[in-house]
């Protein structure tokens, strides 16, 4: 269970990222007042436009970032003031979080199962069930620099799972990844719902979101634009698909913060 | 503790099953060390031996006539072509300058007369002038053998022509046999060498394989997103904090073992007789114990002041161009330990960290270092590296500089 309670997170700029951005603002808020819960047995997608603030979301709820008003409950864990136990009940996968490249898959999942306190048994067990699932095993043992991109995603991802975590983020799961692979990580993630698990994912295709989450939150420029089933937005906007959806909610915001 | 035990095997397993990694880091500094130090001994020694061996080329003008049987009695070596009175010398100085001729020894004239008519204080007496390039080993050397060999033994027979007894002149004599005045204590004696040698070697030794290793294992890791999935783990940021430092202090302790190790050997080549100097060293059990505490204080420290600068950095190219300063620190520190050796220092100077390293393991060697300062230096020490580790901690604990957010 993740219970997000009006999130505001905003960063501070330096002189160098203000020229850069040519802003005379100090101060970029990222995400503004977000509240959201996502429940187990459901993939909750947030679904929004790059820089739209889903990655900041997601790092604030996987206690890499705290939040700059509001707060995060995981699992009953504030992400502050106890982020040691959000940290054990998470895994979390994203794309510029990687695993070292001078290890094998196999090395790294025990590394990390041991860091979640699991014994050599229980990485053991762990790695079978993963890495046969994922088709791991016929380079578990080659160093991860020489592995090709998509199976470097499926060890991260493998690793990310070792302590078979009860809430899971991920940031863009299927990024850069081919269709096989891209439905291989699709598939278990339903099946982690299925086992009752709280999945959260951030993405920017809608055929993903359409097929793959119960709830959908669309976020727009660091607010939540709405939210819902892919049943109920599409009635709330008046529109057949996800896409025009989204459109339709983008423009309106749009006009807002103009 | 689970964290710290594993971060350290992880760290350890990455190095030793690197081969290059392995090679580049330990067994490449050591044997480069090793031949640079041994091929600066040969060219020294060989240069030493061919100054010894070259016959000088020596043009002598208005030499007494019994001068060349003086040459022959204590056998000095070299081409001498005498000149007479009027012949000029203005080629051979000019010779000596482009380093062909060694040597113009220029008597003045009627020189053996002038000494004859000597009766009485005031009469004049004649002189013997040497010309010679400083600049020219072979002249430079040829000048020296030739006044100590040739110049003073003439004199003597002189001296002793005119006088009849030479003793009358002597008075007294000032140590016969020098060596057997000699009150020393080996131990100390040796480690004088080492003292001024050792802490400067120590501590650069320990900066460098600190430098090499933890820009790549912090900074490194932070550029290639290797860090984050570690700060993701159920594990206190102090704890990955530790295992990093420990690690990279495990292999800094290795890598200057080794470089300081080939230094030893490399300079023994060089220097030839300082390898008995060395041997001669001897320690009691307490001052090896004061030494390894030391050393492992002193690894801690650089290993962490590399850590912050590595975390704070946001590439390697960033973190090498802030540690230099750091390095250049050092290397004063020690240095100025190197032209320092022996006088007593207040106990306030064992507070200074880095130079107080130095100083103390320059004192131990020579075992002079008392417990009240061993305790200083290892306290101001402890105190500075644990306040880099807490503010490494802090800065583990900083989005910003974890995640440039």
């Given at each position: ?9 905003v ?107 699991l ?32 199976m ?32 291989n990580?699709t ?57 025009d ?14 | ?24 880091l ?8 090793m ?7 040969n060219?020294i ?28 009695a204590?056998?000095?070596?070299g ?30 004239e ?11 204080a ?24 030739f ?52 802490p ?54 290795i ?25 001669g ?56 330990t ?21 100083i ?30 807490t503010?490494?901690t ?12």
């Amino acid at each position: 269970m993740i219970q997000i309670n009006e999130l505001t997170k905003v960063y501070k700029l330096t002189k160098k990222q203000m020229m850069e951005k040519k802003t005379k603002k100090n101060m970029v808020k990222a995400v503004d007042n977000l509240s959201l819960t996502a429940k187990p047995g459901e993939i909750y997608g947030l679904l929004g436009p790059n820089g739209a603030g889903k990655t900041t979301v997601l790092r604030c709820v996987a206690s890499l970032l705290k939040p700059t008003g509001g707060d995060i409950k995981v699992n009953g864990f504030d992400t502050v003031k106890d982020s040691q136990n959000v940290r054990k009940v998470i895994g979390f996968l994203t794309n510029e979080i990687k695993l070292d490249p001078q290890f094998s898959p196999r090395y790294m999942f025990g590394f990390f199962g041991r860091l979640h306190g699991l014994d050599e048994d229980a990485i053991e067990e762990r790695r079978e069930k993963l890495f046969d699932y994922f088709g791991i095993k016929d380079f578990q043992d080659k160093k991860i620099e020489e592995l090709s991109s998509g199976m470097k995603q499926k060890a991260s991802l493998a690793v990310s799972l070792v302590h078979d975590p009860d809430v899971i983020i991920f940031d863009e799961p299927t990024n850069g990844l081919d269709i096989i692979t891209a439905r291989n990580v699709t598939d278990y993630l339903k099946l982690l719902r299925d086992e009752g698990k709280t999945v959260i994912i951030s993405t920017h295709i809608m055929t993903e979101a359409e097929k793959l989450c119960d709830r959908i939150g669309i976020i727009i420029s660091g607010v939540l634009a709405m939210e819902g089933t892919l049943a109920e937005i599409l009635e709330r906007t008046s529109t057949k698909e996800l896409e025009d959806a989204f459109f339709e909610l983008y423009k309106m915001h749009s006009r807002e913060e103009d | 503790m689970r964290g710290v035990k594993n971060i350290v095997k992880k760290e350890l397993t990455r190095v030793f099953t690197d081969r290059k990694l392995v090679i580049n880091l330990f067994i490449l500094p050591g044997v480069l060390i090793m031949v640079m130090y041994s091929i600066m001994g040969n060219l020294i020694s060989k240069m030493e031996k061919d100054i010894q061996t070259h016959v000088p080329t020596i043009y002598i003008q208005n030499a007494p006539e019994d001068f060349s049987r003086v040459i022959d009695a204590v056998g000095f070596e070299g081409k001498i072509t005498y000149l007479k009175a009027d012949e000029s010398t203005d080629g051979i100085k000019d010779g000596i300058l482009k380093g062909d001729i060694d040597l113009l020894v220029v008597f003045d004239e009627g020189f053996r007369e002038t000494i004859n008519n000597y009766k009485q204080a005031g009469d004049p007496i004649p002189e013997v002038r040497t010309f010679y390039n400083p600049a020219e080993d072979y002249s430079n050397a040829a000048k020296g053998n030739f006044t100590a060999d040739v110049l003073y033994a003439y004199q003597q027979v002189l001296l002793a022509e005119r006088l009849g007894n030479i003793e009358q002149l002597q008075v007294f004599y000032i140590d016969r046999d020098p060596e057997a005045g000699v009150i020393v204590d080996k131990n100390k004696a040796g480690g004088k060498f080492l003292a001024m040698l050792l802490p400067f070697l120590i501590n650069i030794m320990l900066f460098q394989g600190a430098m090499g290793l933890g820009l790549d294992s912090i900074t490194g890791e932070k550029e290639r997103g290797t860090l984050a999935s570690m700060l993701l783990s159920p594990i206190k940021r102090s704890e990955i904090v530790f295992g990093k430092l420990v690690s990279l202090g495990i292999l800094t302790s290795i890598s200057s073992v080794i470089y300081t190790v080939s230094v030893v050997i490399g300079i023994q080549r060089l220097a030839g007789g300082t390898a008995e100097a060395m041997a001669g060293v001897k320690f009691t059990p307490v001052q090896i114990l004061q030494l390894f505490v030391m050393i492992i204080v002193l690894v801690y420290l650089y290993v962490a002041m590399v850590a912050i600068v590595a975390v704070y950095a946001r590439n390697q190219k960033e973190a090498g161009t802030y540690v230099t300063p750091m390095y250049i620190l050092v290397m004063l520190g020690s240095i100025l330990t190197m032209f320092s050796s022996g006088s007593e220092k207040a106990l306030k100077y064992y507070a200074i960290p880095i130079y107080n390293g130095s100083i103390a393991i320059q004192n131990l060697l020579v075992g002079e270092l008392t417990m009240v300062e061993f305790g200083v230096t290892v306290g101001s020490l402890a105190v500075v590296a644990l306040l880099i580790t807490t503010l490494i901690t802090k800065a583990f604990n900083s989005e910003r500089i974890m995640f440039n957010a």
